[in-house]
């Protein structure tokens, strides 16, 4: 249908320390930006991209927040809150059958992570 969305192509967080937050997300992601500016860092991951936007104002993160799929929800979320990252929802299980939290990382930007069930 023309003028209807095809898909996710990309989450763009808004960030007030762009370079601290490119090196936070390469180490969580484990890869380096694909494309690097004065005022974005992308990612590409999982076949959709994290834009890291240099914040328009010093009030940072806009609202939206990325989920992201993870192989081990307990052992990702331990990572990412020994770097700093603050627990906001602690995991549970959500009505489409996956384990899910959220936190958030040292720059302000919500995050979610979610471990599909076992087959």
Not at 71 to 82: F, G, N, Y
Request: charged fraction near 20%; glycine fraction near 12%.
């Amino acid at each position: 249908m023309r003028g209807a969305p095809l898909g996710l192509n990309r989450v763009c967080c808004e960030v007030g320390d762009l370079a601290g937050a490119s090196a936070w997300y390469s180490a969580r992601l484990r890869a380096a930006p694909q494309l690097t500016s004065t005022d974005q860092a992308r990612f590409g991951v999982g076949g959709l991209h994290l834009a890291l936007l240099a914040a328009s104002s010093p009030a940072g993160a806009g609202g939206s927040f990325a989920v992201w799929r993870v192989e081990d929800l307990d052992a990702t979320l331990a990572e990412w809150v020994r770097h700093g990252a603050v627990v906001r929802s602690a995991p549970h299980w959500s009505m489409t059958g996956e384990r899910t939290c959220r936190l958030q990382d040292p720059f302000g930007v919500l995050v979610g992570l979610a471990e599909e069930p076992a087959p």
